[in-house]
């Protein structure tokens, strides 16, 4: 028999984050994320997420021992932005167990249900800017910071449930060389237009380039499937994110005649530092994630966001900007000794923007899948 135990976002959430080693025993690629960053996240007073949502988080049990997780949540953001009565669930790891899974979102689904949701889409942890979708290729490799990774059982079992695909996402392995020779072109190009000015983040006035990182990215993604834009006090909370983690020689902030007009963020690959961690940064892992950061150094990273506001996109004269953005990153990644990289997450049917990145020399090497149910 399976029994499901609904929480409070905030509320005790141990087996929530124990039950995944169970679950991945085994799985060489699997990297467990840090079980402090996890609680602030699912916690309403530290993550400004919840300001604009809510949620409960839902674990299952079999014989007493927990044998899965989910969350649900409402996003009313998304909800004024899209007007579509879609709810969302996230963070789905399971036993091999259909019925494990067939509970867990039927949970999920009541609680959408309950207020006022037709459709119910996932998985996203919590939110699209965040970790998005079930890992259905690719699974051999360990997971980027901020991407999610399952057994391969997963996507099936979701489908038993009664979902079917709503939207797949590609990540794509890019190694860190010599850019091709049209690259170059376009990068000597946009380096010898008087109007065009380049910089990295100053990271001593970095809440200010934050703001105008996330206005450009606001501006470039609107249009994007799913898009919700990030919120004033999101803002406020990756300013203090980036102030530990941040490496500014891998950002670039890009103006036209003065005015912001596109971003680059890449990441050190978190996820790298922190494998044999198990979750746990206290009290030993800290001074030692710090010194890895800080002093050796990531040998990876994970390209957030390139972004190119959209007045200038469809500009000729512009079109070689995205490329310029691309080697200037993978120049600067070279510097501070990083191999290769991932870009993405992007979207199966961004047409050019697949084409430009396979012309970098870049190779698709993940899909994700979100999917989609209605609830009526």
């Known amino acids: 028999m399976i029994t499901i135990r609904q929480s409070p976002m905030g509320g005790d959430v141990k087996d929530f984050l124990d ?43 079999r014989d007493g021992r927990c044998v899965g997780r989910v969350t649900a949540q409402i996003d009313r953001e998304h909800l004024a932005h899209h007007h579509d009565e879609t709810g969302f669930w996230g963070f789905l790891d399971t036993v091999e167990d259909d019925a494990v899974v067939k509970e867990l979102l039927s949970r999920a689904e009541g609680w959408l249900r309950a207020r006022g949701m037709k459709r119910a889409r996932g998985p996203l942890s919590l939110a699209i800017n965040e970790e998005v979708g079930c890992l259905v290729d690719g699974f051999e490799h360990p ?41 170059r072109k376009a990068h000597a190009e946009v380096v010898a237009m008087p109007e065009v000015r380049s910089r990295t983040a100053n990271m001593k006035n970095l809440a200010a380039d934050v703001v105008m990182m996330i206005d450009i990215f606001n501006d470039a993604w609107a249009d994007n499937w799913g898009f919700v834009p990030i919120t004033h006090s999101e803002v406020k909370k990756m300013v203090q994110d980036f102030k530990l983690f941040l490496r500014p020689e891998i950002t670039r902030l890009t103006f036209i005649d003065g005015e912001p007009a596109a971003v680059a963020v890449a990441l050190p690959n978190l996820n790298e530092l922190i494998a044999d961690m198990h979750g746990k940064l206290l009290p030993f892992g800290l001074p030692k994630l710090l010194y890895r950061l800080k002093i050796r150094g990531a040998r990876s990273g994970r390209l957030l966001i390139l972004g190119i506001k959209r007045k200038y996109r469809h500009v000729r004269k512009y079109a070689g900007l995205s490329a310029y953005l691309y080697a200037e990153m993978n120049d600067a990644g070279g510097r501070i000794g990083m191999t290769w990289g991932e870009l993405g997450w992007t979207l199966e049917d961004n047409g050019p923007v697949n084409v430009a990145i396979r012309a970098l020399g870049a190779k698709k090497y993940k899909t994700y899948r979100v999917y989609s149910k209605s609830l009526v």
């Open 19 to 61: 039950v995944v080693d169970p679950i991945y025993r085994g799985d060489r690629a699997y990297v467990r994320p840090l079980d402090l960053d996890l609680k602030d996240r699912l916690n309403p007073k530290k993550n400004p997420f919840f300001e604009h949502a809510e949620g409960a988080v839902f674990t299952a049990y």
């Open 143 to 183: 997971p980027f910071i901020l991407m999610p990774h399952h057994r391969p059982y997963q996507g099936g079992l979701i489908e038993k449930a009664g979902y079917s695909k709503e939207k797949d996402f590609f990540a794509w392995r890019y190694d860190v060389g010599e850019p091709n020779r049209r690259t």
